[in-house]
């Protein structure tokens, strides 16, 4: 049958329904989820994709887990085929067989019929408190291959034709730590994706499946075309960026590096990671789906933030991301893949921004300060209950954007802003940890003619048993985030646990017992800067100083502003001096 085209306003309201029904989608996952990582942090994604396995939407989320998505309703509709039913509803977190992102990551996705034809899938996808393994939490270095980190499930249907398959689901929870509550967040997930189908079966009601579907096609057509503008206005070239974990976890203090190159032909962009490092023993390593989404996401920051709500599979069609099977971007079965999501996922990030910032230097964006996550577990004496705890708190903040300072307490770069911090006060509700310590840094920000974030101070005390802290999930304490345009990089992040008299150097993607008592210490860098730090507003550097962001010291060395200490007012006069002395030097 043939698609009817819609008038402007008919398209409009069918493209904003189809952004608003995933936003409902988490909030649904908000209100009704339990663990502490979906509840509170929200890590948690939705998308809406059609029966060829095209984005249709996907309003906001985690980079990995929702972008690449399309590859694993690929595989879906090749494993199923015409064996797919109305009611059916399938779980898959395996990297390789699935194409998800790391194992913690389950997705839940729903196929949704309209008069018995299959038009669309949903997928609501929550990082769950567990997934079995070795350890609790998913972030550990050192596992044999991939089935050391965690049960490994292939797309299977939990729900068929409407009935749940309890059998599935009893050795699902079986294998993890926390059936119970694992339980409570994959029905969150399941009546998210049905809240999705109620939707859009009411939209294709009131305006007709062919009304719908024209809107679709042009949706795509729309998204391809600007996007297509957008890349037609960079100078056609290669343009080249890299950065480096600490570490793989395995090989330690030996620096995983991934390294890209854009190249821009009229108004096409290929993002080649083929020079990036070999596949790697420990658990960095980022499977194709994974790279590619963050790849993707990474070009989207450089265009018209206009178009930011809207892209779907028109945007990603002139964009090829290349990543050679074998290396630490696109890993061979079974390597292990835990730790990822922020290492390499973030240097695949870092390295994407950092080469786009040459190719758009008028939009140029510095990286984030690393993630200093923890997966803390041990039993709470208030409940005689086993615990696993992770947050984003002590994270350092965002890098600078041409034109804008780093925004103050975003989380994590992988991440732009849709994982967020906790509340310190539900944090000492749920674990027996006291937050001691938690505020902002003088001088831990890159500097810039736009500066970085502000680092952070982050102490916290064990009431809880002895137990053990994993840190696969930071990283920063011997690499920095680049900064762009000539600006100065973030700072190197620091940890350790103090211990009575006694300081514990902690290091990233590594295991640590920790004890009643102890003091767990984060001194994280913030973002990295844009620009020439000596070209910034010395209003602004005065205002930095105030608010106590930088120093008086680093406003004269690196800033090149002098100010009064007495007054706190700028001393125009010697300002003057540093800077002309500074364009003497070639700054």
């Known amino acids: 049958m043939k698609q009817r ?12 329904t189809f952004q608003s029904v995933c936003r409902e989608m988490r909030y649904i996952l908000d209100r009704t989820a339990q663990n502490f990582l979906m509840a509170q942090l929200h890590d948690v994604a939705a998308g809406i994709w059609d029966a060829q396995a095209r984005t249709l939407a996907v309003p906001e989320g985690p980079t990995s887990q929702f972008l690449g998505q399309k ?10 085929g015409d064996n797919l039913y109305p009611g059916d509803v399938i779980l898959n977190n395996d990297p390789y067989h699935g194409y998800c992102n790391h194992l913690p990551d389950w997705g839940f996705f729903r196929p949704i019929f309209y008069k018995d034809e299959l038009l669309f899938f949903t997928m609501a996808r929550g990082h769950q408190m567990d997934t079995g393994g070795s350890f609790p939490g998913g972030y550990f270095p050192n596992g044999y291959d991939i089935h050391a ?5 292939p797309p299977i249907k939990v729900f068929e034709k409407g009935v749940e398959r309890k059998d599935i689901f009893e050795l699902v929870w079986n294998n993890v730590r926390f059936p119970e509550g694992v339980r409570v967040d994959n029905y969150a997930l399941i009546a998210a994706t049905k809240v999705c189908e109620n939707r859009l079966v009411a939209l294709l009601d009131k305006y007709g499946r062919d009304t719908v579907m024209g809107c679709v096609e042009e949706m795509i057509a729309r998204m391809e075309r600007a996007i297509r503008t957008e890349i037609a206005r960079v100078p056609d070239g290669t343009y080249y960026g890299e950065a480096a974990s600490d570490d793989d976890g395995t090989d330690l203090d030996v620096p995983v590096w991934v390294r890209c190159e854009v190249t821009i032909r009229g108004d096409e962009m290929i993002i080649d990671y083929s020079k990036s490092d070999k596949q790697r023993k420990g658990f960095v390593n980022s499977v194709y789906s994974s790279t590619y989404s963050r ?16 892209h779907n599979e028109g945007s990603m069609t002139p964009i090829t991301v290349i990543a050679p099977e074998g290396s630490v971007v696109n890993p061979k079965y079974p390597a292990t893949v835990g730790g990822s999501p922020q290492s390499v996922g973030t240097e695949v990030m870092e390295a994407t921004v950092m080469a786009l910032s040459k190719a758009m230097p008028q939009k140029a964006i510095a990286c984030w300060g690393r993630h200093q996550g923890h997966y803390i577990f041990g039993v709470d004496p208030r409940t005689g209950e086993r615990y696993v705890e992770t947050t984003f708190d002590a994270d350092g903040g965002a890098g600078a954007v041409s034109g804008y300072d780093g925004f103050e307490g975003a989380a994590s770069l992988p991440t732009l802003g849709s994982v967020q911090r906790s509340e310190m006060e539900e944090v000492e509700t749920r674990f027996p940890w006291r937050i001691l310590c938690y505020k902002l840094v003088p001088d831990l920000s890159g500097a810039g003619k736009w500066r970085g974030a502000c680092g952070l101070r982050w102490e916290a005390l064990n009431l809880g048993s002895d137990g053990g802290m994993a840190t696969g999930s930071s990283d920063g304490h011997q690499t920095r985030p680049p900064g762009a345009a000539g600006g100065e990089e973030g700072p190197l992040c620091k940890a350790y646990i103090k211990r009575g008299e006694e300081e514990i150097l902690v290091k990233p993607h590594r295991m640590y017992q920790v004890r009643t008592g102890d003091v767990v210490v984060k001194i994280s860098g913030g973002g990295a800067g844009v620009g020439n730090p000596a070209e910034r507003e010395p209003d602004k550097v005065l205002w930095d100083v105030i608010n106590e962001f930088i120093t008086i010291e680093k406003a004269r060395e690196v800033y090149r502003v002098g100010i009064d200490p007495r007054t706190l007012e700028i001393d125009w006069q010697e300002t003057g001096k540093l800077r002309n002395q500074n364009l003497d030097k070639g700054g």
């Not at 402007?8 to 069918?14: D, E, M, N, R």
């Not at 980190?149 to 499930?153: D, L, M, P, S, T």
């Not at 993707?296 to 933030?305: R, Y």
């Open 295 to 310: 790849a993707i996401a990474s070009s989207f920051l450089f265009f018209d933030p206009s178009l930011a709500e809207f």
């Open 71 to 80: 590859f694993s309703v690929r595989y879906i509709l090749d494993k199923f």
């Open 149 to 153: 980190e965690g049960i490994c499930i």
């Open 5 to 16: 085209s819609a008038d402007a306003i008919t398209l409009s309201t069918i493209w904003h």
